[in-house]
Structure formats: C-alpha cells, structure tokens
C-alpha cells in the first residue's frame, strides 16, 4: 500500500511564507500528474496547483505569482511554496499523484494544515 506523507503544515502571519512537501512512502511507477488541492471549513476541496510529468503548472487564479509547485521525480516528492499567505489560504492542504496509463493509481495524503492569521 503506497501512501502519500505531508509535511510543511502550520501557522504562519499574514504575508509569511511555508513549504509543503509530499513524498511517496515506497517507490512507484512515475505519476503523470502530482498536485496540491485544499479545502477549508465549509466549503469544497479545489486545486490549488499541478505538475505534469515534463513540468507543465497550472495554478488556481487565487494563488497566482505567490505560490510555485516543483517536483522531484528521483525522489517521488512534490513541493508547493506558499509566499505572501493571506488569511483565505487558512484550510488543509492535500496533495495527490495520479497515473492514467500501464500501472493505473490515484493516490491521496492524509492533509496537512495550514493556518494563516491576520
């Protein structure tokens, strides 16, 4: 069983900064696709940002010019950096990897928080 482990979470000021990380737990075939979505109280879980296998990004008009989201694929770890943090980023932060050819998976992590006070 692959999982998914985050790391980076936590409370930081308005207009700080943090780094999440998210890691496979084994080593798996190379995700087509590794993303970071969240979701606050309330309301519904949506993409914040995702990589493709040859470094395509797509961000979310919301977090345009202030995060950016990087991959290792030697190390199977996805990596999204959060500048100028605003209150309305406050929820939990989830990434997940997806594969859609040969050996198929859609893998989840478990959620880390991150917490912006004003």
């Known amino acids: 069983q692959v999982q998914l482990v985050e790391s980076g979470g936590g409370l930081v000021q308005a207009g700080g900064s943090l780094r999440l990380s998210c890691a496979a737990s084994?080593?798996?075939?190379?995700?087509?696709?590794m993303g970071w979505y969240r979701q606050a109280p309330g309301k519904q879980r949506e993409l914040v940002a995702d990589?493709?296998?040859?470094?395509?990004?797509n961000y979310a008009d919301s977090v345009k010019g202030r995060f950016t989201i990087s991959r290792d694929n030697s190390r199977i770890t996805v990596y999204l950096q959060m500048n100028s943090l605003k209150p309305e980023d406050t929820a939990v932060y989830y990434c997940?990897?997806?594969?859609?050819?040969?050996?198929?998976?859609?893998?989840w992590g478990q959620g880390t928080q991150v917490t912006v006070s004003s």
């Open positions: 997940r990897f997806t594969r859609r050819t040969l050996v198929r998976y859609d893998y």
């Open positions: 990589i493709t296998s040859d470094g395509s990004t």
């Open positions: 084994r080593s798996i075939s190379s995700a087509n696709n």
